[in-house]
């Protein structure tokens, strides 16, 4: 439809289709980097990969058989550090890693048979891991993001958001940087690695089975924060 | 760094940079096609353009005076419908649209001298006028999604949202889509015009001075939602 060429500054998503089923002890770099390769695409410096925490959950064995409606129940309940809130099925847990969500991030959806994935135990960690194994694999300079799927108070319909980091500060903070009329910013913390998760859903959906984007083109710094950083302190939280 | 051509259903988001500052009684669909101009830009059928309410507003006359710290808490007071919760000077409050946010969106940051910006009245009825002035000019085939920066509770850090919404559906509504594995999705309702906030707040930046952006790649149906639908009714909410 349109020719022109992007201009400078663009940003790009990049679906990472054609990864199979992940089953435990599978290496997620290298499922991960075959999944690149049948792309097509080659990670370079500043790439930042952004994979669903379903496949990392599955290759870490954090799947368990839920036969019936009760048995799911408990599941959820036995992820859940603490109870926020319920209405009828609905449970709001704060997991044990201080996100709060539905089902304490407990989920049947993209999973075989009478199935649930938890979370990984230390999403940061799993995104440590395979950005170190792809940047030794790639010799890049990368970041990790690993997202989940989270509702929120107020807004109907749900968003990706990042539950673990590696490589990359998890909020861009801007305080003391002028704005364009020279003022302060009142806005200061960017949560910048929830934005890249909710970016990177567009390519991946719900039902297409794409659990890996990259992201290519954004200017970022070397960070080591991690998502548990976005955790808001509850004695900041206005509505614990 | 990377040459590796792109995959097909690559996503890309393009910074309208070059726009000015914008004044009472502009129309904004001309300094966005001004922009677009300026960046070698054409849109096409199927772009998606992403604006900050904030040049929306300035161009609505939306601004006001603050001269003092408590002449714009009176103001947020003031654009506030109920207020949810309140912490030393900070009012989490639900404006007249029925979005929950800080100080009802009266925001300082990016605006001249000791003034601040408030939403715009109806930012549905802003898209919806943009949109087809764009497309009457253009001939495409668009969508336009205004935006704003707004906090969240139990996470730290900001995102873009969308508080106006023309073209194109809010919610990507999944009910009843099997999964990868055949199984029918527990996620089914995606904000999909959320995540494009937050993917174009990337390229568009908080200190940038850049109000535009376009999401091109991304494949939409035509849709007649506002983004006031994303408004999790009151009796359905939780967190209230």
């Known amino acids: 439809m349109t020719a022109s060429p992007l201009p400078p500054g663009s940003l790009h998503l990049l679906p990472v289709a054609g990864i199979g089923e992940v089953t435990p002890g599978d290496d997620v770099s290298a499922v991960i980097l075959d999944g690149l390769d ?12 952004v994979v669903t925490h379903k496949i990392i959950s599955k290759a870490e064995g954090r799947v368990a058989d839920v036969p ?25 847990a704060v997991t044990r890693h201080g996100f709060v969500c ?6 049947r959806s993209n999973v075989a048979g009478d199935r649930a994935v938890m979370l990984p135990i230390d999403p940061d960690a799993s995104a440590h891991r395979i950005r170190l194994r792809l940047e030794r694999a790639t010799g890049a300079r990368l970041a990790v993001v690993v997202t989940d799927t989270f509702g929120r108070p107020w807004r109907r319909g749900l968003t990706d958001v990042a539950i673990g980091v590696s490589g990359i500060d998890p909020i861009l903070d801007l305080r003391g940087t002028p704005d364009a009329n020279g003022r302060v910013l009142d806005v200061t913390e960017v949560a910048i690695v929830d934005e890249l ?12 089975g794409i659990p890996v984007a990259i992201v290519r083109g954004l200017v970022w710094e070397r960070g080591e924060g991690r998502a548990a950083d976005l955790v808001r302190p509850p004695a900041e939280d206005m509505f614990r």
Chains 1, 2 share one sequence.
């Open 102 to 107: 539905a089902n304490a991030g407990v989920d």
């Open 38 to 49: 049948g792309c097509g695409i080659e990670l370079g410096d500043g790439d930042i990969v």
């Open 68 to 92: 019936t409606e009760a048995a799911y129940r408990r599941l959820a309940e036995s992820e859940a550090a603490a109870v926020i809130r319920r209405r009828g099925d609905l449970m709001i």
């Open 197 to 208: 998760a909710a970016a990177a859903d567009l390519v991946m959906g719900k039902a297409t």
